[in-house]
């Protein structure tokens, strides 16, 4: 199995350039050459599997220089007991044609840990293989929900150390508590004054700045990305399509063969992308529906062909799906065309120009054939948290019901019945504010983040997760906040180096 660049088809790599990388050198997206297929025979030795063995027969199909005892170590060490169910990515049935894929019962409570828990395994396997035995420096300017999967997941990896940049003001005080708190050896956190941009824009500076790699490799020190646009956090993610297929054979909602159709609340496109992948290695899916909050770049896109994000951005109560730039598009748009780099290079160079890029004829053909798409605001979503704990007493987060909400619309505009997976991407007590909000139809009756986790637990009776519980009181180990010009040297003073 080959990779190849959407800025450029002639390269070729094999999977851990592509991931001990993060990006191609001339600003593409690494994507297989060809996508592995897969058959009935295949998915039907799934259904009986632990989400382990799941995972390693979809992986080695795609990550070819890895070795079997290799991955096999690499899924057994990432999806443990620390996912508080034994499914690991749990399907539960919400009524006749819905169900409920929960990808949050990781270590963090968001569906990130997916591919977080693994990536650092398939980093440091490839860092091996790549860059020389160098000591990985993973640098991740976070909106919230990746910073703390990826302390996570890196947290005393030998042979990695991760610092990660957050917005002080721009994150839940539940996503806050998670990252100052965080544990390990190996581990740096840092608030920013400014906003999330600031943040990124810093850590891009810092990437890139020919003086801080030529330092850090003195040290024997490599940067490397966990960001959504690696590889290694894509391929993770087709396993849970399959496994989700899987388990409602198991459970007698589908036979095997039978076509579902996908729903994803969607921010970067890259969860959505991994459902696009298992449909085309033979996943028997349908429709994609591509679910957004008020940010409905997207919706429009995959309705007319014209993304443009010249656009208000508005700050929602799905915060993880606030973003403009969806950037696993790409990828998406290279298979489309049949691996075409000439027009990846001049829609994404329309992008960065022209702040947007227009498709149509084939290209929009296929798009409206794979995908649905449709958008809700903050009002209906919380609508929507309050009808599906109100009927079928489940209780979701708000991103997740902005997925319940436009797969309704789906159904009730055009009547498909198919049976449905829908992608649940974080605990409802991430987000208690809204959520509890939804709930009681009016204000919390208090401020503290706990006290909101308390009342909630208590009207729905369903628990919220031990480790945001045991957060409380909890303080903080990294209490420093600096500006986006000091954070150079806050990644050497974490480093444990000088300039
Ligand atoms: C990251 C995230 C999303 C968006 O996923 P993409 O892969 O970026 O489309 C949705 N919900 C939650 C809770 C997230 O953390």
Known sequence: MNYTSTRNSSLRAEASFAIAHGISEEGGLFVPTSIPKTDAAFIEGLVNAPYVERANRILSLYLTDYTHEELAA????????????????????????????????????????????????????????????????????TSGDTGKAALEGFRDVPGTKILVFFPSDGVSPMQKLQMTTQAGENVGVCA?????????TGVKRIFTSPEVIET?????????????????????????????????IKNGAIRNGEKINVTVPTGNFGNILAAYYAREMGLPVNRLICASNENDVLTEFLTTGRYNRRRPFHTTVSPSMDILISSNLERLLWHLTGGDDETVRRLFGDLAEKGEYTVDGGLLEKLRTLFAAGCTDDAG???????????????????????????????????????????????????SKAVLGAITGGAAGSDSEFDMVEELERLTGVPAPEQLKTLRGKAPRFTDVCTGDEMTDRVYRLLGIAD
Not at 228 to 234: E, F, P, Q, T, V
Request: net charge neutral; hydrophobic share 40%; proline share 4%.
């Open 74 to 141: 690499d899924t057994a060490g990432a999806y443990t007991e620390r996912f508080g169910d034994p499914a690991v990515a749990p399907v539960k049935r919400l009524d006749d044609t819905a169900h409920i894929l929960e990808l949050w019962h990781g270590p963090t409570c968001a569906f990130k840990d997916m591919a977080l828990q693994l990536l650092p395994y398939l980093l440091t396997g490839a860092a091996s293989r790549v860059s020389g035995g160098k000591e990985t420096v993973i640098l991740v300017a």
């Open 216 to 248: 850090l490799a003195r040290h024997n020190m490599t940067f490397s990305s966990a960001n959504s646009i690696n590889w290694g956090r894509l391929a993770p993610q087709i396993v849970y399509y399959f496994s989700a297929y899987a388990d409602l």
């Open 381 to 431: 979503t919380a609508k929507t948290i309050a009808a599906v704990f109100n009927e079928h007493g489940y209780l979701c987060d708000t991103h997740t019901a902005v997925a319940v909400n436009v797969y309704n619309a789906y159904r009730e505009k055009t009547g498909d019945r198919t049976p449905t997976v829908i992608a649940s991407t974080a605990s409802p007590y991430k987000f």
């Open 192 to 200: 920013i004054r400014g906003n999330f941009d600031d943040a990124q």
